[in-house]
């Protein structure tokens, strides 16, 4: 937790900072950190102390120190958010107070407060916020008082074992481990030691005892605590410095061995303890080899013995890997290989050491070492392991199925540095027409998963050739099922070596040119090809646009020496031929299976994205052709065809779309496709959309009924969002009535009776609100849009209306600015309307202007909405807003009181909620404009119960109670207008 850089000074306290900072959020835990903020403030202005942050985490600790030790608060729920909003609060207060403020004895008493609060049961929902608090105040702490590092120690602990919640245990693991680094005092150390190991030791001795009894139940537990303190343990391993301490738990962890669960943990922390005794030892073996004169005779003699412990399993993965590390640190980090040098004569010993280990016992990890030092020797490895690479193919035939996978993986080291070139002077692929034998063809599955950096060439000369041979040899041997089966597959694996051929090859520029001539005519007549070849292209495509889009200079030579100024050869290679590819690829689309035209269409976008513009214009506009409008099925599934042809390489043709769009994508909407409305909205967004058809397709939408599932329904008013833009951009003067459907559309769904689609039309609406704002015109003409709906309309829409223009006053409250008439407009409907929900409506936007409006701002409007609240004709019959009317507060109070003890549901009435919504109007109107501004404004008649609502305090616990009743009133009814739909996304404080 790191100290905040923000400087608190004046006027600017923490609880401004935290309003200013979540004023728009509606999550409840903001809400409580606001809750508990206002709450030390008042603790802190009530001891007439200065508002700092110092004071706020004086008052939080003893407020926190009130709620853990205190039991008179009865409702435990209570307790709970409470609870939790201080401990956010405080975690918030320590990141402001300054350095070095908190003095070291208030730390320790604040430790020990924050102890007792991680011991309340209902505080675990926010206990990783106390634990992170604990851990800050414990390094203010003296580390050198093991009495008072001990608590918190012991709780990171308990935490860290005991809890359930992975995260709750994570945090505390780190806690630990943070805190231990911190000690500088070898006492408190050993004592944070000690204190580990014995909690350790106890945990081992309840899972023994808990193996003798009979409770399975309580057996689990202990097992499953005894497991948490073992990964406890095992990140605690490398803090553990005295010998005596390792031996201590390596003879628990013998213990844990003949218990009942699971060794599993046992030897990670068994192989951390190893690690960190042989650490030391290892790096100094390196380091020895490096300064001395590695090439020394007695050197390979060294090596001689550690490549003999390969043959012995049980030292054959240590050996394995000081042999890999060696590689990379020791032989080959430095010198380059000579013919005649010693590294030379070094690599031959080790060579032949292998080999030896090779003819005795080959296993996994002897052949890890040699798949190593393929990878480090590289094109050298054909020198020096032509033997051994010989000796492991002769394993390939007598290995077992588990070993081959091994044997495998040490083969394709060899061929990825090789090449497929050199592996072919020792084994060639061959095919004896006469006797139909084949030779070598176990390298094709090789050949496939390892071949990389490659040659182009090779595969049109060797494995083109071997596959036309294994194809004619299928003509000829019609009569024997089983041999043509064989040669059928065999000519398919060869083809689907493409892609492997395809990764990086180094002669792209000069091979290209033939391999499209060969490509084609398979593309289209040879289906069983067309998934190698597509991903082929794909590959080369991508991994060279990769390359030549690459930083100048920022990899100078890239992958094995294929360069920037390669990449981009190769580009305009591909890109002559991209044509002819698209034409192939475009023309078999229509007629391939569903799961084929998967991967056609990303091989088809590549190529459209290297191919000239005209080009792709010319393709797609030819298979626009394809859709036949007098054969009504195949209309129909052409139509879908384009449209995932159109989705693949739309981007680059450049046309206007709007044929495109309502011939095809309006046929798709009217079958009600789910990916039609998401498919439009791409093509709206990626197109100037100016077209004299744009009339036609909002006219389609509009005669389309909404879809039924939520994921359609969004995208349809995403759509709807882009052709209302439109419909401005395109209207000047004059009535813009596409405008004025599509606002109808968001109104109306605001107050739809579902709450998803309400969210959706939310959230359009926040959007374009946000996107008109920097178009202050189009903004103005949309607000005087929505204002139309104000008077008029049926008082769902008025209402609904209302509320959108809540919605962007809570996005930008200078639409009173840009509309001064819009306040007056909306306070006029109190008068005029006498429907419940236009007038609950205009009491919400009346609480988000407040909450929204500067004070100076909100000045300027006070007298216009305390007049507007003062009398409603429509509600002059409820006798609680005529009592608050002649300021007789104190019987409203004894109202609610009565009410709320008779079991009354008052928060339901629309008595209440307006009551409720006035009062809250209210109260912040008072909050941000100041008594004094408010009372003079309010008529004589008032002023009594103004005065008595603001400055006289419970006299009485009956008062107390029915103030208390009216506030959870007041409350209840925020949470009943939000499940009605009506969301305010202000803070709302306390």
Same mark, same amino acid.
């Given at each position: ?884 009317? *002649?300021?007789? @507060? /104190?019987?409203?109070? =004894?109202?609610?009181?009565? +009410?709320? %003890? !008779? #079991? &009354? ?37 008032? *002023?009594?119960? @103004? /005065?008595?609502?603001? =400055?006289?305090?419970?006299? +009485?616990? %009956? !008062? #107390? &109670? ?29």
């Amino acid at each position: 937790m790191e100290q905040s850089t923000t400087s608190l000074t004046g006027e600017s306290d923490i609880l401004e900072h935290i309003a200013d900072r979540y004023k728009k959020s509606r999550s409840p835990h903001h809400r409580q950190l606001y809750a508990a903020a206002a709450y030390t403030q008042c603790m802190i202005k009530s001891k007439s102390l200065p508002v700092t942050p110092l004071n706020y985490f004086v008052n939080i600790i003893d407020a926190l120190y009130d709620s853990s030790y205190s039991h008179t608060l009865s409702n435990s729920t209570f307790n709970a958010d409470a609870m939790s909003g201080m401990s956010s609060f405080l975690t918030f207060v320590l990141t402001m107070v300054p350095e070095k403020s908190i003095s070291m004895s208030k730390a320790a008493e604040a430790v020990e407060i924050v102890v007792k609060c991680l011991e309340v049961e209902f505080v675990s929902l926010r206990v990783l916020r106390f634990m992170e608090c604990l851990r800050v105040l414990l390094e203010i702490c003296d580390l050198g008082d093991w009495d008072i590092v001990k608590l918190s120690f012991q709780t990171f602990i308990k935490y860290a074992v005991d809890n359930k919640n992975e995260k709750v245990r994570k945090c505390a693991e780190h806690c630990v481990l943070k805190v231990f680094k911190c000690f500088q005092n070898s006492i408190i150390k050993e004592s944070a030691t000690k204190l580990v190991l014995d909690t350790f030791r106890n945990y081992i001795l309840a899972v023994e005892k808990a193996d003798g009894s009979k409770d399975d139940e309580g057996s689990k537990c202990e097992h499953l605590k005894a497991l948490h303190m073992l990964d406890l343990l095992k990140r605690f391993i490398p803090f553990l410095t005295k010998p005596e301490d390792m031996q201590e738990v390596i003879l628990e962890l013998q213990k844990c061995m003949t218990a009942k669960f699971s060794t599993l943990y046992v030897l990670d922390v068994m192989e951390e303890i190893l690690a960190l005794i042989e650490s030391e030892s290892e790096l100094t073996f390196v380091k020895t080899v490096k300064i001395s004169d590695k090439w020394k005779s007695d050197y390979s003699i060294l090596i001689q013995s550690i490549t003999g412990l390969l043959i012995c399993e049980a030292t054959a993965a240590r050996a394995s890997n000081i042999l890999k590390e060696m590689f990379s640190r020791v032989l080959f980090s430095e010198v380059e290989l000579n013919a005649e040098s010693e590294q030379s004569n070094l690599v031959r010993c080790l060579c032949d050491s292998l080999l030896e280990v090779l003819r005795t016992y080959p296993n996994e990890h002897s052949l890890s070492v040699i798949s190593a030092l393929f990878l480090h020797l590289g094109l050298d490895s054909f020198i020096y392991m032509d033997r051994i690479f010989m000796k492991t193919v002769g394993f390939m035939s007598d290995a077992s199925t588990c070993d081959v996978k091994h044997f495998e993986q040490c083969i394709g080291s060899a061929v990825m540095v090789m090449g497929p070139d050199k592996i072919h002077t020792l084994y060639p692929l061959s095919f004896d027409a006469n006797e139909q034998t084949c030779s070598n063809t176990w390298l094709l599955p090789i050949y496939k998963e390892y071949v990389i950096y490659s040659h182009v060439r090779f595969f049109i000369r060797t494995i083109v050739p071997l596959s036309e041979s294994f194809r004619k040899a299928c003509k000829r041997g019609k009569k024997m099922a089983v041999k043509r089966k064989q040669m059928q597959s065999l000519s398919r694996t060869c083809w689907e070596l493409l892609p492997s051929f395809c990764r990086y090859p180094h002669d792209l520029e000069e091979s290209f040119g033939s391999l499209a001539e060969i490509l084609i005519p398979n593309i289209k007549e040879n289906a069983s090809m067309l998934e190698s070849i597509a991903i082929a292209l794909q590959c080369l495509v991508k991994q060279n646009m990769s390359l030549s889009l690459s930083f100048p200079g920022s990899s100078g030579v890239i992958d094995m020496g294929i360069e920037k100024e390669n990449a981009e050869r190769n580009i305009k290679v591909m890109a002559s031929w991209s044509e002819a590819l698209l034409k192939a690829f475009t023309n078999v689309f229509f007629q391939v299976s569903p799961e084929k035209r998967s991967f056609l269409k990303e091989t088809i976008g590549c190529l459209a994205n290297i191919a000239e513009f005209p080009t792709s214009k010319a393709i797609f506009i030819s298979s626009l052709e394809r859709v036949k409008p007098d054969v009504s099925d195949q209309k129909n599934a052409n139509i879908g065809l384009i449209h995932e042809l159109a989705s693949a390489i739309v981007a680059d043709v450049g046309m206007d779309p709007i044929d495109f769009i309502y011939c095809c994508i309006g046929d798709c909407l009217k079958e009600d496709d789910e990916e039609a409305y998401a498919n439009l909205y791409i093509l709206l967004e990626s197109f100037e959309f100016m077209s004299s058809r744009f009339e036609q397709l909002v006219d389609l939408l509009r005669d389309l009924k909404s879809p039924v599932d939520i994921i359609s329904f969004r995208w349809r008013f995403l759509c709807l969002k882009t052709l209302l833009f439109h419909s401005f951009e395109r209207t000047c003067d004059g009535e813009n009535k596409y405008g004025v459907w599509v606002l109808n559309e968001i109104i109306v769904t605001l107050k739809d009776d579902k709450e998803d689609r309400r969210e959706v039309a939310h959230d359009i609406l926040l959007d374009t609100s946000s996107i008109m704002q920097s178009k202050p015109e189009t903004y103005y003409k949309f607000i005087t849009m929505m204002m139309g709906y104000l008077f008029g309309f049926s008082p769902c829409i008025t209402s609904g209306a209302i509320l959108a223009l809540s919605i962007m006053l809570s996005n930008d409250s200078k639409i009173c600015e840009l509309k001064p008439d819009l306040v007056p407009e909306i306070l006029e409907l109190l008068d005029r309307e006498e429907d419940i929900q236009v007038a609950e409506a205009v009491l919400w936007f009346l609480k988000m202007l407040v909450l929204s409006l500067e004070v100076a701002e909100l000045k300027m409007v006070l007298c216009d909405i305390l007049n507007g609240l003062q009398s409603w004709s429509f509600v002059s019959d409820l006798p609680e807003i005529l009592l608050l009317e *002649r300021g007789d @507060f /104190r019987n409203v109070f =004894e109202i609610c009181t009565t +009410s709320l %003890e !008779e #079991g &009354k549901e008052t928060s339901r009435s629309p008595q209440h909620d307006f009551k409720a919504n006035v009062n809250e109007i209210f109260e912040n109107i008072v909050q941000k404009c100041g008594s004094a501004s408010v009372e003079s404004l309010v008529p004589e008649k008032y *002023r009594l119960g @103004f /005065r008595i609502c603001l =400055e006289s305090a419970p006299s +009485s616990p %009956e !008062e #107390g &109670k029915a103030n208390e009743a009216l506030r959870a009133l007041i409350t209840s009814m925020f949470v009943s207008s939000q499940e009605e739909g009506f969301c305010c996304r202000q803070q709302l404080g306390t």
